[in-house]
């Protein structure tokens, strides 16, 4: 059973959000509240899976709050899924540096919704998804460009990087593959062994971590 928190200052939306994913059998609700640092507390009794954070908030952003539960996290800590209102509202940014593993629409439909969190509890983020596609895109254009440090290239084959490399570019593991003539199989085994070496929890944080390390550039 995947354990989830909502976490949004209007209670109606945190409603219809409880009523749509405890509709699915391998869903549930195990808390809820309305502001940042209730969140905090809330994750760190409650230990969910995937935790649904609103990122505009009057009692403390959502920014600030995944910073803090994820810092906080004993063992594996909990996926976050940015729900927000505007695809490219700047704190998300801010929230994918804080450790967010993927992002949705208020408005998106109930069972993307369902499946957002499901594959978040799977460890996969949403890389493949068009609304982090153009937020990654985004994000890269808004940070200042750096070269690949040997630190980080160190860390990887030539064979992982270009994995990672390409991956950046929105890819599905299918269409790696197709890129570089292998199987699916041989690249989900190389993306895992580097998201392991770079300490990354998904495929969301990897690219971030590509980013932030020069191996990808804008």
């Not at 899924?81 to 593993?101: H, I, K, N, R, W």
């Not at 200042?144 to 992982?160: F, H, I, K, M």
Request: proline letters at 4%; hydrophobic letters at 45%; aromatic letters at 4%.
């Amino acid at each position: 059973m995947i354990r989830v928190i909502l976490v949004d200052d209007q209670s109606v939306v945190r409603a219809g959000f409880r009523v749509i994913l405890e509709l699915a059998d391998d869903i549930e609700v195990v808390g809820e509240c309305g502001d940042g640092p209730a969140a905090v507390a809330l994750a760190g009794r409650l230990e969910p899976d995937v935790i649904c954070m609103d990122v505009r908030m009057p009692g403390g952003d959502g920014l600030s709050a995944t910073r803090e539960i994820l810092a906080r996290a004993s063992g594996t800590p909990p996926a976050v899924l940015v729900v927000t209102t505007f695809d490219l509202d700047e704190y998300v940014f801010g929230a994918l540096e804080a450790g967010a593993s993927g992002f949705v629409l208020k408005d998106t439909d109930p069972d993307d919704l369902v499946e957002a969190v499901r594959r978040l509890a799977d460890g996969y983020g949403l890389v493949d998804q068009a609304i982090t596609r153009r937020v990654i895109t985004e994000f890269a254009r808004r940070r200042p460009p750096r070269s690949a440090g040997a630190q980080a290239l160190d860390l990887l084959t030539a064979r992982e990087i270009d994995i990672v490399r390409l991956l950046a570019q929105g890819m599905s593991n299918a269409e790696i593959a197709r890129e570089l003539f292998i199987e699916t199989s041989t690249v989900k085994s190389h993306l895992g062994r580097a998201m392991t070496k770079i300490g990354a929890r998904d495929r969301l944080q990897t690219v971030v971590w590509a980013y932030q390390n020069g191996v990808v550039r804008p």
